[in-house]
């Protein structure tokens, strides 16, 4: 008996895989990651109904939600934008913590009124992180070096970058540890509703909505996603596919910079030497859930936040260690890549039976 296994490369991707992806990899992470919950002696039910009922069923748990999706998405927004033109912002964190060091540099030496100073500090921490991808962009454009080698070793000179401001010139007169100066009340979001969350995330649902109608009603937007699917075809029908290689890279690198300013004006107040939130790596996952629209990036930032956010009452509830949090990200990611594996080709698998011997010839037959 033999098993043959042929792949085939799908010439249409089915609507259902399609539009279903999502739903079966986060299904997937979380049925294996039960297994690590048992592997500690934990009830997964438990560990589940801590991580998503009491998170979404308590203020607490609500507003620690909302104040987490904020940054996640316009993170998320930030890999998306670039991928729909195939292009991979792998540096979404650096872009972020350069952002963030900008726009707290504006708001502890501008003195304006807030409803100045926050739009300020918001452009020039967008302005920053757009900045940071200025260089990637330009040798993706100009040499066709890959975006995701240079994206990614500028996060570590960011993190050196921002490090070095917060012990130096940023830093605070008096403090035990490296950080800035509070910022004053005029340079922080204010809470809406009367309730704990900040105005940050009115700012990230505005960016959805922008991102949503670029990519879905403008001509731009097409053409983005026609360079994307085949950037050949593009320009053989005119569209000059490096313009909006620079156009996706500086608006995810801004996206980027705008999820730092919020993090550190809404929640953080200050910034920190050691403050390294990781959201620009979570947006890689978040990008991939999302990467059939704006509003799906939405929904896959939201549903990180609420694992962050639950991750958190899971261990200390349950004497769960933080690192949970990790496999299930990395289980989201193994399990993303193996249904793209799905989505591009037909494994057809079949089971032959060993030939029987050949019959023997008669004697005095040829």
């Known amino acids: 008996m033999r098993l043959d296994v042929q792949l085939r490369a799908r010439e249409d991707v089915p609507r259902w895989l399609a539009y279903g992806t999502p739903v079966f990899t986060v299904l997937a992470a979380l049925a294996v990651s039960a297994l690590a919950f048992l592997a500690l002696n934990v009830s997964p039910i438990a560990a589940y109904e801590a991580m998503f009922v009491t998170t979404l069923t308590t203020e607490l748990g ?3 939600t909302i104040n987490k999706a904020a940054p996640l998405i316009l993170a998320g927004l930030a890999v998306y934008l670039p991928l729909r033109a195939q292009l991979w912002n792998i540096g979404a964190e650096g872009q972020l913590l350069i952002g963030a060091a900008a726009g ?11 409803m100045a100073l926050l739009p300020l500090m918001f452009v020039v921490g967008g302005l920053a992180g757009a900045a940071w991808t200025l260089v990637p962009a330009w040798l993706r454009v100009r040499w066709g070096i890959n975006e995701i080698i240079t994206t990614l070793l500028l996060t570590f000179v960011a993190v050196d970058v921002k490090s070095y401001l917060v012990r130096g010139p940023m830093q605070a007169e008096f403090g035990f540890f490296p950080q800035t100066d509070s910022l004053p009340t005029d340079a922080t979001l204010p809470t809406l509703f009367g309730f704990d969350f ?14 949503y109608l670029l990519i879905n009603e403008t001509r731009f937007g097409y053409q983005i996603t026609f360079v994307g699917s085949n950037d050949e075809a593009a320009e053989q029908a005119g569209m000059n596919k490096y313009r909006i290689y620079l156009f996706v890279m500086l608006a995810g690198g801004a996206l980027a910079g705008l999820a730092g300013i919020t993090e550190i004006a809404g929640v953080q107040g200050r910034l920190r030497a050691e403050w390294d939130p990781g959201y620009g790596w979570t947006a890689i996952p978040i990008a991939l859930l999302g990467r059939n629209g704006a509003l799906q990036v939405m929904l896959a930032a939201i549903f990180f936040a ?5 991750g958190s009452s ?4 349950l004497s769960v260690p933080a690192a949970i949090i990790d496999v299930i990200q990395a289980l989201i990611i193994l399990f993303l890549i193996t249904a793209e594996f799905f989505k591009r080709y037909h494994v057809d698998i079949s089971i032959r039976r060993p030939d029987g011997p050949a019959a023997p010839t008669p004697e005095g037959e040829v």
């Open 62 to 64: 609500i507003t620690q």
């Open 314 to 317: 899971v261990g200390v509830a």
């Open 306 to 310: 609420i694992i962050f956010v639950g």
């Open 104 to 114: 707290t540099w504006v708001g502890l030496n501008v003195s304006m009124p807030a």
């Open 198 to 211: 900040y105005a940050g995330i009115l700012a990230a649902l505005a960016f959805v909505a922008l991102t």
